[in-house]
């Protein structure tokens, strides 16, 4: 734990070393993994009978409801000063061209929405 960080989380640089150039290390593939990811979203919606032919639909979203952070995976680069860290929020470092409050681990956002039905 290091409250410095990111979720106060870091992997410890100290544990490992490059291996000598022409040789593989013994770390198996996937053996460090990312930061867990949580987010709670909530919706509530209601509808309204206005007459027997027209009927109002009200809807509020939530999400990411705690406003959790969650972080993407940690800088792998053993030269790197950051190594271990990470250094953007999920939302961002998945990418994909979409925007990152629609993302898993973005900020709390709230969408309302109303429609009548006829």
Same mark, same amino acid.
């Given at each position: 734990?290091? *409250?410095?960080?990111?979720?106060?989380? !870091? +992997? &410890?640089?100290?544990? /490992?070393?490059?291996?000598?150039?022409?040789?593989?290390?013994?770390?198996?593939?996937?053996?460090?993994?990312?930061?867990?990811?949580?987010?709670?979203?909530?919706?509530?919606?209601?509808?309204?009978?206005?007459?027997?032919?027209?009927?109002?639909? *009200?809807?509020?979203?939530?999400?990411? !409801? +705690? &406003?959790?952070?969650? /972080?993407?995976?940690?800088?792998?680069?053993?030269?790197?000063?950051?190594?271990?860290?990470?250094?953007?929020?999920?939302?961002?470092?998945?990418?994909?061209?979409?925007?990152?409050?629609?993302?898993?681990?973005?900020?709390?956002?709230?969408?309302?929405?109303?429609?009548?039905?006829?």
């Amino acid at each position: 734990m290091n *409250s410095l960080c990111p979720g106060d989380k !870091i +992997f &410890n640089s100290a544990m /490992f070393t490059a291996a000598p150039p022409g040789e593989r290390g013994d770390l198996t593939r996937n053996n460090l993994r990312g930061f867990d990811a949580f987010q709670a979203d909530f919706v509530v919606q209601r509808a309204f009978a206005l007459s027997e032919r027209f009927r109002l639909q *009200s809807r509020a979203e939530f999400f990411n !409801i +705690f &406003n959790h952070p969650n /972080f993407g995976s940690p800088v792998n680069y053993l030269t790197s000063r950051l190594f271990g860290q990470a250094t953007q929020t999920l939302n961002s470092y998945l990418g994909g061209g979409l925007n990152p409050l629609y993302q898993i681990g973005g900020p709390r956002s709230i969408q309302l929405a109303m429609k009548l039905v006829f």
